[in-house]
């Protein structure tokens, strides 16, 4: 059964920063690209950051680019967002995804809130 | 970017009657490999998104066979016959042809 756990959520001020994870079990995590996809309350989703298997390249929209960071340690199943210079309007729910081509597989996701 | 427009944003269906879901995108989904880039997701009430049609037209895994999708280059429907109560949430479609990767706002369905 394919599992992503999302952990690193909580309540940070805005300009600060903040690090998730996710862990990734039940297939070939190295065989995969991984996405973010995040969605703020009572709101729709919004990609956030794709990666390929191998972690050599990765992919953001605008909102985030040069802010957020994705990454993965395909030793430790493990993919990260590191989220720099965080705003009011990045308070969300944060998905981590497996990627293949599609997004099929989702995780429960983490609660980021930004706020003073 | 390319837009996704969901209508209706909800619909009420009587369990058992069918429901039909439209999504129109801003620029064809067609990739030159020949594949309709679309997608169907359905997030139930605070759940995670799952996916149910991949490819436009395709049934994911575990998915029952009442849902459909169907669709042009450009205008989508996603189809669910015979609605039964634990069909209720908000369906999103969703373009992975090119980024930034982009959603459309969400039908809500609900069960009269």
């Known amino acids: 059964e394919v599992q992503l756990v999302e952990t690193g959520g909580g309540l940070v001020q805005p300009g600060r920063s903040l690090k998730l994870s996710c862990v990734a079990s039940?297939?070939?995590?190295?065989?995969?690209?991984m996405s973010w996809t995040r969605q703020a309350p009572g709101k729709g989703l919004e990609w956030v950051a794709s990666i390929t298997n191998s972690g050599g390249s990765t992919y953001y929209p605008d909102s985030v680019k040069g802010r957020f960071t994705i990454s993965r340690d395909n030793a430790q199943n493990t993919l990260y967002l590191q989220m720099n210079s965080l705003r009011s309007e990045d308070t969300a729910t944060y998905y981590c995804?497996?990627?293949?081509?599609?997004?099929?597989?989702w995780g429960q996701g983490a609660s980021v809130t930004v706020s003073s | 970017d390319i837009v996704l427009t969901q209508a209706p944003l909800s619909v009420s269906v009587t369990p058992g009657e069918s429901a039909s879901i439209s999504c129109r995108s801003s620029?064809?989904?067609?990739?030159?490999?020949?594949?309709?880039?679309l997608y169907w997701y359905l997030q139930k009430p605070g759940k995670s998104p799952q996916l149910l049609i991949y490819r436009m037209s395709n049934l994911a895994s575990g998915v029952p066979d009442r849902f459909s999708g169907s669709g042009s280059e450009t205008d989508f429907t996603l189809k669910i016959s015979k609605v039964e109560t634990e069909d209720v949430g908000v369906y999103y479609c969703a373009q992975f042809l090119e980024y930034p990767f982009t959603f459309g706002s969400g039908t809500k369905l609900e069960i009269k």
């Open positions: 620029k064809s989904l067609l990739s030159s490999k020949g594949i309709t880039s």
């Open positions: 995804t497996r990627a293949g081509g599609v997004m099929d597989a």
């Open positions: 039940g297939f070939t995590f190295n065989n995969y690209w």
